[in-house]
């Protein structure tokens, strides 16, 4: 008997995890170094560009995050995404034993709670529906509504660039997070397209030839590079602890929502099943909260203040020595990575 697509999908974004989880430990470091040798990412600079370990770090992410793409052609967003979960448990028990960092007993329940909020919607995910053709995707995207989703989410990151970013960007982590988590949403739904138009190629039906592909793919790139751009400013400029509680709510739950009106994940189910998977979501947004809320925050002499969550009023993390400071993450290529 063959392995189902969903249990594909799930095998996949499990080692997605794990890559990406051990990448943050390589980054971190390649991030904090670089920041000493010269400007730092939150600043501007790219001195981080010639970082072996942050390129190490990169490596390692990136293979994640081809395990992640491929896992979101053979399962829902609603079953992949929040499994990114997993990459925050083992990058911080990662960080307790490399960079001791500890954990502790409260963030050990919280490990937990991310723990069975994922069984629980691994139980009761819905089965992976694969279009049959790159244009059938395109009239998915092209839907009344999935169009509305997009016209407002450009407009809203159009505003937090060009109005609140000057303004107080180095001030708010909800702006740099708000951009990467609206660009993400659209990344996910756009890299899906070409992994399933990729699939359809390597089964005998070309889709190359399609332009639908070759937008998707541009549209994907675009994303991608903002985001890149945008969560190294966040990770370099403030605490990680508040970061990736925080953006890991807002991707995530952008994530589903643009993926469920483009793909209609949940379409057929019935109310018990999508009431189980909303309360293992929030199960695992709880975990990963409790997680991050209880790590070693103990103050530090160089630090400026204490920052309180989830609107950062202080640039204390500027001061942070390399061990404590801010560490940069590329999520997505989607998707759903999130720092210790």
Request: glycine residues 8%; contains cysteine.
């Amino acid at each position: 008997m063959g392995v189902s697509d969903n249990a594909k999908g799930l095998i996949l974004a499990v080692a997605s995890s794990a890559f990406i989880g051990s990448s943050f430990i390589l980054k971190k470091k390649g991030l904090s170094r670089a920041g000493i040798a010269g400007t730092r990412a939150g600043a501007g600079g790219f001195t981080y560009l010639l970082e072996p370990l942050w390129w190490a770090g990169m490596i390692t992410m990136i293979v994640g995050e081809i395990a992640n793409c491929v896992a979101y052609v053979y399962a829902p967003a609603v079953l992949v995404t929040p499994l990114g979960a997993l990459s925050i448990i083992i990058s911080a028990i990662l960080a307790h034993f490399m960079l001791n960092e500890r954990l502790q007993r409260m963030g050990v329940v919280g490990c937990v709670s991310c723990i069975v909020g994922s069984v629980v919607i691994v139980l009761h995910a819905p089965q992976e529906r694969t279009p049959s053709s790159v244009e059938e995707v395109w009239n998915l995207a092209t839907q009344p509504a999935f169009l509305m989703y997009v016209v407002v989410t450009v407009a809203a990151v159009l505003t937090l660039v060009l109005h609140f970013e000057p303004r107080s960007g180095q001030t708010n982590m909800l702006v740099y997070l708000g951009i990467c988590s609206l660009m993400g949403s659209i990344t996910v739904v756009s890299i899906k397209a070409i992994g399933i138009a990729i699939k359809l190629t390597i089964d005998g039906i070309n889709q190359i030839t399609y332009p639908q592909t070759w937008f998707f793919l541009m549209v994907a790139g675009i994303c991608v590079i903002t985001q890149l751009i945008y969560l190294n400013k966040a990770l370099d400029t403030f605490n990680a602890t508040l970061i990736s509680p925080v953006y890991y709510v807002m991707f995530t739950t952008l994530t589903i929502v643009a993926s469920s009106i483009m793909y209609k994940d949940w379409a057929g189910q019935d109310a018990a099943s999508i009431a189980s998977e909303i309360c293992g979501f929030i199960t695992v947004l709880s975990g990963t909260i409790i997680l991050h809320s209880t790590r070693d925050q103990e103050p530090h002499p160089s630090s400026r203040g204490k920052m309180s969550w989830p609107v950062v009023t202080e640039r204390s993390c500027h001061r942070l020595p390399p061990s404590r400071g801010s560490l940069h993450l590329l999520i997505v290529l989607p998707l759903s990575l999130q720092e210790p």
